[in-house]
């Protein structure tokens, strides 16, 4: 359990610093414990672990005032649960559901236990997320959702992957995209 601890503290520690993840902002993990244990998804969720995860990437998040938030499995619709201060924050619908081991997922309902004032949303626009057993997160990630490449495959059994997100380029050929660029263009 210790392992899967300081795996989960150093991958959310990598990704914060690869993302460039601000006070305010909202890291999601998506996480199937059955994988973690080397079962099949959804076949042997493992509560102790979920609980393992969801306080280590709390005691990496907290501090640093970034929202942490944890993906339903799918007889939940992959809801979302975070603090409610984050779905206020962001204008996320709250949805009357509390999470269990095997309606929702052992990560999700630890997630619930532990957060201050946890609550479930349908839908969130996270701003980077952790993938781990392939859970697919990514109807949770804003658009546009970079895949990034860190150090740790593998939490426990499982392969874990990783995003960041960046606001969306607009305006075609003649658009500039930093201030910098800009300057380079006026007379």
């Known amino acids: 359990m210790e392992e899967i601890k300081k795996a989960v503290s ?6 914060i610093e ?20 080397g079962e099949k ?22 501090p640093r005032g970034i929202y942490l938030a944890a993906g339903c499995c799918e007889h939940l619709n992959r809801a979302v649960i975070l603090p409610r201060a984050a779905a206020e924050k962001y204008g996320f619908e709250i949805v009357s559901v509390v999470p269990a081991p095997k309606a929702g997922g052992s990560t ?3 997630a619930y ?6 609550v479930a949303v349908e ?4 701003h980077a997320g952790m993938d781990i057993g392939d859970t ?5 990630l804003r ?23 960046r606001p969306k380029f607009i305006g075609g050929s003649r658009a500039v995209y930093s201030l910098e660029d800009s300057e380079n263009l006026m007379p």
């Open 136 to 140: 697919f997160i990514g109807m949770h």
């Open 123 to 126: 839908f969130a626009r996270c």
């Open 108 to 110: 999700a309902t630890a």
């Open 18 to 37: 690869e993302a460039a993840l601000c006070p305010g902002e909202i890291l999601v993990i998506g996480c199937s414990t059955s994988e973690v244990a």
């Open 113 to 118: 236990r532990r957060m201050d004032d946890a």
């Open 10 to 15: 150093a991958a959310v520690e990598a990704l």
């Open 143 to 165: 658009h546009v959702a970079v895949p990034v490449r860190l150090p740790i495959t593998k939490i426990g059994e499982a392969h874990v992957t990783y995003a960041k997100t």
């Open 41 to 62: 998804i959804g076949k042997g969720s493992v509560y102790a672990l979920g609980e393992a995860i969801i306080e280590a990437a709390l005691s990496v998040t907290v």
